[in-house]
């Protein structure tokens, strides 16, 4: 059993978990995700992981309620425990894969959206540990559903807030600052985008144009995570691929995107059903 140590809402719908694993926490890089069941017949949830604590083995997820398993997840408090929590699971971020110094010459950009925030902080705080300093944008629909603000500030080189209606930070969709970010004269070398599918084709529609080379995550199509089930296949650059074993990241220029996301929608409904 998997103990969780800390468990809180971090806003509407939106949860974040603390939990004892010792052995995913001695292994697992930026870019990784884990499975976790709450029970021997639960549901498999692929949960692209957030923090981890080397020296406290432990493990941060944040989730949103999306369906039946998630709603009761969100139920868990600190002292209960997961039945599994399998990792980790998936390919590392390539930046954790590229020579500091290298790194050091680039200019990266992270645009994170609504709860791809998550996933975007354990490899902004990579680099901050490794001397490289990123530009963070991030993208809310409202000021209420901000997450890990402070927690990003304190490892972003720059964060840009902005949200959908303007209620806080900049105002508009993500892809309106990283227009105006290259309109004041900033250049990137990288993007790397993590967030709700729409979110990142239209990231790419855009840093296509810009020429801006991009990665994404393509964790919200997979549903058992095991390259089993075949849900996440994704054809990226004439390829076929799957999320699970061969991502979560690809670059995004080449990815399919109207294609994955008619198979998230057919994933969606029949999970409401
Ligand atoms: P959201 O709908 O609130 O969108 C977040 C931000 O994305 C918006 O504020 C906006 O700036 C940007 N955005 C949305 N649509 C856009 C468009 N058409 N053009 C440009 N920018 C756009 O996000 P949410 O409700 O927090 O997201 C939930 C989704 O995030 C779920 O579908 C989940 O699967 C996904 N998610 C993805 C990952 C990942 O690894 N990629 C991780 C966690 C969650
Ligand atoms: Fe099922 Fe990848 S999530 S095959």
Redesign the pocket.
């Known amino acids: 059993m998997y103990k969780i140590v800390r468990a809180e809402e971090l806003t509407t719908n939106i949860y974040f978990m603390e939990v004892e694993a010792p052995r995913v926490a001695k292994k697992c890089e930026p870019g990784q995700f884990v499975i976790v069941r709450m029970d021997a017949d639960g549901e498999r949830i692929p949960l692209?992981i957030c923090d981890y604590n080397r020296d406290k083995g432990t493990i941060t997820i944040v989730f949103?309620i999306v369906g039946g398993s998630t709603l009761k997840m969100a139920d868990l408090k600190a002292g209960d425990a997961f039945h599994d929590f399998v990792g980790p699971l998936g390919c590392a971020s390539e930046l954790v894969e590229t020579p500091i110094d290298e790194l050091k010459q680039k200019k990266i950009l992270f645009v994170a959206?609504?709860?791809?925030t998550?996933?975007v902080y354990p490899q902004v705080k990579w680099l901050k540990e490794h001397g490289v300093d990123a530009d963070v944008i991030v993208?809310?629909?409202t000021k209420d559903?901000l997450i890990l603000e402070k927690e990003m500030e304190a490892v972003a080189g720059n964060l840009y807030v902005?949200t959908?209606d303007g209620s806080y930070g900049r105002s508009g969709?993500?892809?309106t600052t990283i227009q105006s970010l290259v309109d004041e004269g900033k250049q990137y070398d990288v993007c790397i985008a993590?967030?709700?599918?729409?979110?990142?084709k239209?990231?790419c529609k855009l840093t296509k144009e810009l020429n801006i080379p991009t990665i994404v995550?393509?964790?919200?199509i997979m549903v058992d995570g095991t390259g089993m089930c075949g849900a996440c296949r994704v054809t990226v650059g004439g390829q076929v691929k799957f999320a699970c074993v061969d991502g979560?990241e690809f670059d995004g220029h080449a990815v399919d995107f109207d294609e994955a996301m008619k198979r998230q929608q057919l994933y969606k409904t029949e999970e409401g059903r």
């Open positions: 692209t949103q959206g609504g709860v791809g998550a996933p993208g809310s629909k559903l902005t959908d969709m993500v892809t993590i967030g709700p599918m729409i979110m990142m239209f990231v995550s393509l964790n919200p979560p």
